[in-house]
């Protein structure tokens, strides 16, 4: 198996001279099995070089792949009108999301409709599947295992684990802690106070947490959310973002190998983002922390 990052930053995409070594685009993540089809983990702006370097390796058609979307916010799926193969006859991407009140293919479509995009989606040439799923969902394909724990993101977000090749792999963004506030289908305008969540909401969260935990367990590489420091999750805690000491507590516990911080906020330069990694690995007790930057390659 071969993990490869195309998009880092969440958010919106953030090019310049100052996010070069980290890169600038939006999620999107390449788990390459040794046999078969990518297994690729969300759209943002990082899809539309991935799908270049696809398209020019099957010119004339026959690409396959899978589509894994952890949810339908701006910054993971604005690539995919982007992406070349979805152009070419005789492709076939089949596309993934959570299930909610509106059709994953219509929330899809809504992006590239007039006046948002001159090419609608119904006028793309690739044959495309869509999958939606429970947020606990489990499934095989090709002898590739994908794992689903629902986070705590504002109208819902879903995290995978994939397994192939004696490998795992999970995948956990966009989310918020587990220990303040509920962050469901509701917007929520301004933060909140921080504190001791009613009891409902501490079962809730408790569960989720414990969720996360599970599907990170013994995994080789945890790729998690780490937007925030923890004084910009105090100010914005509605946002749905964690910082590296939660992602690094749930890695810790689930006593996987290496957590590879990620979604890095888009203001973030990348001195500050060396910064941030150094400080998570001198609190690291047993897993290696390493940072995500785009073109980065891990093969197990």
């Not at 690739?126 to 705590?152: H, I, K, Q, Y």
């Not at 689930?254 to 957590?259: D, F």
């Amino acid at each position: 198996m071969r993990v490869r990052f195309w998009g880092v930053r969440g958010s919106y995409a953030a090019p310049g001279p100052q996010t070069t070594r980290y890169g600038g685009n939006t999620s999107c993540v390449e788990i390459q099995p040794r046999e078969g089809p990518p297994f690729i983990l969300d759209a943002g702006t990082g899809l539309r070089r991935l799908g270049k370097i696809i398209a020019h390796a099957h010119p004339t058609g026959g690409a396959r792949g899978h589509l894994l979307i952890t949810h339908t916010h701006w910054d993971h799926i604005q690539g995919l009108p982007f992406f070349a193969p979805l152009y070419t006859p005789g492709n076939r991407f089949h596309i993934y999301g959570l299930r909610r009140d509106d059709r994953l293919r219509s929330i899809l479509a809504r992006q590239t409709a007039a006046p948002y995009f001159p090419v609608p989606l119904e006028a793309l040439k690739a044959d495309m599947s869509f999958r939606e799923l429970d947020e606990r969902a489990e499934f095989e394909v090709g002898g590739v295992r994908v794992t689903c724990a629902p986070l705590n993101h504002p109208y819902a977000a879903i995290a995978y684990r994939v397994e192939a090749d004696g490998a795992s792999v999970a995948y956990v963004t966009d989310t918020a802690p587990f220990g303040d506030i509920l962050l469901d289908r509701e917007f929520i305008a301004t933060p909140p106070a921080l504190g001791k969540p009613s009891p409902e909401h501490a079962e809730r969260l408790a569960a989720l947490r414990r969720g996360v935990v599970d599907l990170c367990r013994g995994a080789d590489l945890v790729v998690f959310d780490t937007m925030f420091t923890r004084d910009e999750y105090r100010a914005r805690p509605h946002w749905g973002h964690s910082a590296p000491e939660d992602g690094l507590a749930i890695v810790e516990e689930a006593g996987a190998k290496t957590l590879c911080l990620f979604h890095h906020a888009p203001d973030r330069l990348d001195e500050q983002q060396d910064a941030i990694l150094e400080a998570c690995r001198r609190q690291a007790r047993h897993a290696k922390v390493i940072a995500a930057a785009e073109g980065l390659e891990i093969e197990f």
